[in-house]
C-alpha cells in the first residue's frame, strides 16, 4: 500500500498538467464540429495544443515516476526515466518489429502499435528511479571516470531498458491479445456484457490497456463500430450507443460527486490545495470527460475507491443500455459532446442523462464521503506527503536559521557517513547511526539538543522541540550538498524552540522561560480526552517521565475513535504533519503540547485527522485531533496522552 502511495504521490505533477490540456482539447473538437471545418485554424490551433500533452501523457507519467519515486531525486532521475521510455518504445514500435521479424508494417501484431501506453511508462519510470538509487554514488576506474556517479545513471537505465523490452517483446502481445479476446466473449452478454465492459474499461485505466478493450466495442474488431456507427448516423436507432451512453452519467456527474467528496474530506490546512486539483479536474471531467485528471488523483492512494467508482462506471453501462436512453461521443462522454452528439439521428432521448447523472453525482459523493473518513483513506489532502508536507515553502524560508544547529549536530552524531537514517517526530530526530557510540552527547546539548535516548541497536534519539523538523531539513540540505554550513557554527538561542527549556534541559530560570517570569503557577485544564488522568512519572517514555519536554499530566484514555479537544482557550501555534500532536499557545501564554499515544509519527498519519489548522483560534472544549485509538492499539502503540508545559519549568497542571 506504502508503493501505491507513493506511486500516486509521483504521478500529480503530470497529472495537474491535464486539465488544461483536456479543455484546449476539447474546445477545439467542438469548434470544428460545430463549424463543419475540420481545418478551422482557431479549432486546429487549440486541439494540437491540447494534443500535445494528452497524447504524450504516458511519456509524462514515465517522467514523473521517474522524479517521484527516487529517494533524493535532483533531475537525473528524470533523465533516467526518458532514457528508459525511449529505448523500450523504440524497440517495440511496428516499425523496429518488422525490422527484427522480416516482415511487412503492416504484418506487425496489432498490440506494438499500442506500446506507447500508461503501463510501460510506469515501468519506464520505475527503471529510471531504481537506476537512479542506486547508481547515482558510482565510482568508476580513472580511465571511465568521466561517467562516474550521475552521469552512470541514464546508461544503467537504458541498460535495464533493453531487457525490460525484450521481455515486453514476448509479454504484451499476449497481454493485449488476451483483452481483445476477453472483450469479444462479453459482446454476447448484453447488459451483463456491457457492464463488465464499462467495469473493465476503468480498471485498466491505470495501465493505459483499456484502449485493448475499446478498440472491440467501439471499433470494427468485433463488427459493432459503436462510435463511427453513430458520428455518422448509420448504426441502428435505438441500439448503436449503447456502449458510450453510460459512461456520461459518470464523467459528467459521478466524478464530480467524488471530486467533491475528497474535498469536503480534506484537512483544513490542505483544502486550498486539494481544491486547485479536483476542480480543475472536475471541469475538465463535466466538460470534455477526460477523467485522468481526477481519477489518478485518487487511485493509487486509495485503490479500494477506484475499484467502487469503476464498479459504479459498469453499474450505469448496464443500466443505460436497458433505458430507451442513447448518447455518443467523438471525443468523450463530457458536456461538449453530449451537446454535439444530440444531433446524431442515432441520439435518443439524450436530455436523461442528466437526471440519471445526478442520482450519480449523489451516490458518488455519499459513498465516497463516507468511505474516506470510516477508512481514513489518503485522498488529496489527507496526506501531508502528498503535498510535501506542511511548511514546505516556509521551511525553504526558515530553513537558515537552523543551519548553524545542523552543522553542529553532524559531527556530533559521528559525521556524515555515520548517519543511515535520518526521520522526525513531534519533538525528536530519529536516527539509524551505523555506530551509535560515537555519538558526543555533550556536543548535542551545547548545540541545542534537550537530551538524547539509545533505544537499542542503532537507533538514536535526539530531543530538540518543536521546531525539530527544520533542523531536520537542514540536516538533509547540508548532507546533500544543497545548503552550506555557516561558517560560523554558533547556534542561535531562538532557533531551539521553548519545548527544551526547563526540566531535563538543565535550565531553572523561570525568568528566561515563563511568559510572565511567574514560578510555581498552576494551569487548570480541561481533559483533551475521556479518560484516567495519572501523573507524567507514569508515562512509559522517559522523554515525557523525566519531563525533559517540560511538565505536565497524562490521560489514559478510553473508547474508539474519539476527538482530542482544546484543554482551554487559545490559538493553534503547531500541528504536526502525522496529525499526532498539536501545539497551542494559550490565553494564559502557556505553550501546551498534546501528545496522543507514544511513538505514534511511526503510523505515518493513519488513525489520525486534524480538524483545525495552524493559527486557529480554539474555545475550550473545541475539538482538534480526530483519533481512532484502536487503530493506535492495533499498531502496538500505547494511547496515553501526554499533556506538556513548554516553556514554564515550574508550572504545575490539574485536569
Known amino acids: 500500500m506504502k508503493f501505491l502511495q507513493r506511486l500516486g504521490r509521483s504521478l500529480m505533477l503530470p497529472v495537474a498538467v491535464l486539465p488544461v490540456a483536456a479543455i484546449f ?23 494540437a495544443a491540447g494534443g500535445a500533452l494528452l497524447n504524450n501523457m504516458p511519456l509524462l507519467f514515465a517522467l514523473g515516476v521517474a522524479i ?10 528524470a533523465l533516467s526515466g526518458l532514457a528508459s521510455w525511449l529505448v523500450v518504445t523504440t524497440l517495440l514500435s511496428p516499425e523496429t518489429m518488422a525490422l527484427l521479424r522480416g516482415i511487412e508494417e503492416e504484418a506487425v501484431p496489432a498490440a506494438f502499435g499500442k506500446v506507447e501506453n500508461v503501463f510501460v511508462g510506469i515501468i519506464c519510470g520505475l527503471i529510471g528511479a531504481w537506476s537512479y538509487d542506486n547508481f547515482k554514488d558510482t565510482k568508476l576506474p580513472d580511465a571511465l571516470a568521466f561517467f562516474s556517479g550521475k552521469r552512470s545513471v541514464a546508461i544503467v537505465s537504458a ?28 459482446l454476447g452478454m448484453g447488459p451483463i456484457g456491457t457492464g463488465l465492459f464499462g467495469f473493465f474499461n476503468r480498471l485498466l485505466i491505470p495501465l493505459g ?5 475499446n478498440s472491440v466495442f467501439w471499433f470494427d474488431v468485433a463488427g459493432i463500430n459503436d462510435l463511427p456507427n453513430y458520428l455518422s448516423g448509420e448504426g441502428t436507432k435505438g441500439t448503436t450507443g449503447q456502449y458510450m451512453t453510460g459512461f456520461f452519467p459518470i464523467m459528467m456527474f459521478g466524478l464530480p460527486g467524488a471530486a467533491l467528496a475528497m474535498y469536503t474530506t ?16 472536475a471541469i475538465s ?14 487511485m493509487f492512494l486509495a485503490p479500494v475507491l477506484y475499484v467502487v467508482h469503476a464498479l459504479f462506471t459498469g453499474i450505469s453501462m448496464a443500466v443505460m443500455q436497458l433505458l430507451p436512453i442513447r448518447a455518443g461521443f ?5 458536456f461538449i459532446d453530449l451537446l454535439l452528439g444530440s444531433q446524431s439521428p442515432m441520439a435518443e432521448n439524450p436530455w436523461m442523462v442528466v437526471p440519471i447523472g445526478l442520482f450519480w453525482f449523489v451516490v458518488y459523493f455519499l459513498v465516497f464521503r463516507w468511505m474516506i473518513l470510516r477508512f481514513d483513506l489518503k485522498t488529496p489532502g489527507r496526506d501531508d506527503a502528498w503535498e510535501g508536507g506542511e511548511g514546505g515553502a516556509e521551511g525553504s524560508e526558515i530553513r537558515k536559521d537552523f543551519l548553524a544547529t545542523a552543522a553542529a549536530f553532524i559531527p556530533a552524531l559521528g559525521g556524515q557517513r555515520n548517519i543511515l537514517e535520518i526521520e522526525n517526530c513531534a519533538t525528536r530526530l530519529r536516527m539509524e547511526l551505523e555506530d551509535p557510540s560515537a555519538v558526543d552527547e555533550a556536543a548535542l546539548k551545547r548545540a541545542g539538543a534537550a537530551g538524547v535516548m539509545k533505544p537499542g541497536g542503532k537507533s538514536v534519539q535526539v530531543i530538540y522541540g518543536l521546531n525539530v523538523q527544520f533542523v531536520k531539513d537542514a540536516m538533509e540540505a547540508i548532507m546533500s550538498g544543497e545548503a552550506e554550513a555557516p561558517a560560523d557554527a554558533a547556534v542561535a538561542e531562538p532557533a531551539r524552540s521553548a519545548a527544551v527549556v526547563g526540566g531535563a534541559a538543565g535550565s531553572s530560570s523561570a525568568d528566561a522561560s515563563s511568559p510572565s517570569g511567574s514560578t510555581g503557577r498552576v494551569l487548570r485544564l480541561r481533559r483533551p480526552l475521556e479518560g484516567r488522568v495519572v501523573p507524567l512519572s507514569e508515562v512509559p517514555d522517559p522523554t515525557f517521565s523525566g519531563e525533559v519536554m517540560g511538565p505536565g499530566a497524562a490521560v489514559d484514555p478510553e473508547g474508539d475513535e474519539v476527538d482530542v479537544v482544546a484543554p482551554a482557550a487559545g490559538r493553534v501555534s503547531h500541528i504536526f504533519d502525522t496529525g499526532h500532536a498539536v501545539a497551542l499557545t494559550l490565553e494564559s501564554g502557556a505553550d501546551v503540547l498534546i501528545h496522543v499515544g507514544l511513538d505514534t509519527v511511526e503510523m505515518k498519519g493513519h488513525g489520525f485527522r486534524s480538524l483545525v489548522a495552524v493559527g486557529d483560534e480554539v474555545l475550550e472544549g473545541q475539538p482538534l485531533l480526530r483519533v481512532d485509538l484502536a487503530a493506535v492499539r492495533a499498531a502496538g502503540h500505547p494511547t496515553i496522552t501526554p499533556v506538556v508545559v513548554l516553556n514554564d519549568p515550574s508550572a504545575r497542571i490539574e485536569m
Open 159 to 186: 541498460a535495464i531498458s533493453v531487457v525490460a523490452a525484450l521481455i515486453l517483446m514476448f509479454v504484451w502481445p499476449i497481454v493485449f491479445a488476451g483483452l481483445v479476446a476477453f472483450g469479444e466473449l462479453m
Open 68 to 77: 517521484g519515486m527516487a529517494k533524493k531525486s535532483d533531475g537525473t532521475s
Open 330 to 334: 467523438g471525443f468523450s462522454a463530457g
Open 285 to 298: 471531467s463535466i466538460l470534455v470527460g477526460v477523467t485522468e485528471p481526477l481519477e489518478f488523483a485518487f
Open 209 to 213: 490497456l483499456h484502449h485493448a478493450l
Open 266 to 281: 480534506a484537512k483544513t490546512n490542505q483544502r486550498k490545495l486539494a481544491a486547485a486539483l479536483l476542480l480543475s479536474g
Open 25 to 47: 482539447s476539447g474546445v477545439g473538437y467542438w469548434i470544428t464540429t460545430a463549424t463543419g471545418n475540420p481545418n478551422n485554424v482557431v479549432g486546429a490551433f487549440l486541439g
